[in-house]
Nanobody
Framework: QVQLVESGGGLVQAGASLRLSCAAS????????MGWFRQAPGKEREFVARIIWIGGNTFLADSVKGRFTISRDKFKNTVYLQMNSLKPEDTARYYC?????????????????WGQGTQVTVSS
């Protein structure tokens, strides 16, 4: 079992920055892919960013490229999502996810472990 706990969400104005954290515990493994997803009310959960634990390879959704970055701290077993130039359309609940299945996917069904999420609200 792997436990994921997100933090760092909040209410900010458009143009501001936030950094989300996802702390992993339990049977963590270096073979994990860690992802960030978000879900706005009435919408499906969508992919935001992914990082492969070994090597640190990253991939971001087109909608956040140039504004968001994903990184990890191997010693703290923590993944970060740095969000800059936030827009009202970034408002959603953000979830951290993890999985070991290869090939690493980009859809919600490709991830087995999920956190409870943290709310991000961006006002205009």
């Amino acid at each position: 079992q792997v436990q994921l706990v997100e933090s760092g969400g909040g209410l900010v104005q458009a143009g501001a920055s936030l950094r989300l954290s996802c702390a992993a515990s339990g049977r963590t493994s270096s073979s994990y892919a860690m992802g960030w997803f978000r879900q706005a009310p009435g919408k499906e959960r969508e992919f935001v960013a992914r990082i492969i634990w070994i090597g640190g390879n990253t991939f971001l959704a087109d909608s956040v490229k140039g504004r968001f970055t994903i990184s990890r701290d191997k010693f703290k077993n923590t993944v970060y999502l740095q969000m800059n130039s936030l827009k009202p359309e970034d408002t959603a609940r953000y979830y951290c996810a993890a999985d070991t299945r290869i090939p690493y996917g980009l859809g919600p069904n490709d991830y087995f472990y999920w956190g409870q999420g943290t709310q991000v609200t961006v006002s205009s």
